[in-house]
């Protein structure tokens, strides 16, 4: 079992930044790839970032060159740094860990990101 405790999300004006944290616990040695996804209302949950252990990351287009995603291993945490924020960023983001089984996988409670223009 993984347990994910998320923190860092708020309301911030356009062109502002939040920075959101995941910390994991439990089997965390079986777990590969950690991320954020989000959703917002009426739409489906969508990949905003993912890292792998290695440090390999991968961003959703629409986030390129605004967010970055770090991964502290000693820590278990992830990071994920949001720069020049867009209304359209609004949404619940929530975290993810994928264990080495690329089946299971594990989610944090989510944490609210509002940005007003």
């Known amino acids: 079992q993984v347990q994910l405790v998320e923190s860092g999300g708020g309301l911030v004006q356009a062109g502002g930044s939040l920075r959101l944290s995941c910390a994991a616990s439990?089997?965390?040695?079986?777990?590969?790839?950690m991320g954020w996804y989000r959703q917002a209302p009426g739409k489906q949950r969508e990949l905003v970032a993912r890292?792998?252990?290695?440090?390999?990351?991968n961003y959703a287009d629409s986030v390129k060159g605004r967010f970055t995603l770090s991964r502290d291993n000693a820590k278990n945490t992830v990071y994920l740094q949001m720069n020049s924020l867009k209304p359209e960023d609004t949404a619940v983001y929530y975290c993810?860990?994928?264990?080495?089984?690329?089946?299971?996988?594990?989610w944090g409670q989510g944490t609210q990101v509002t940005v007003s223009s």
């Open positions: 993810n860990a994928l264990l080495y089984s690329m089946i299971t996988q594990y």
């Open positions: 439990g089997s965390i040695f079986s777990i590969n790839v």
């Open positions: 890292i792998t252990r290695d440090g390999i990351t």
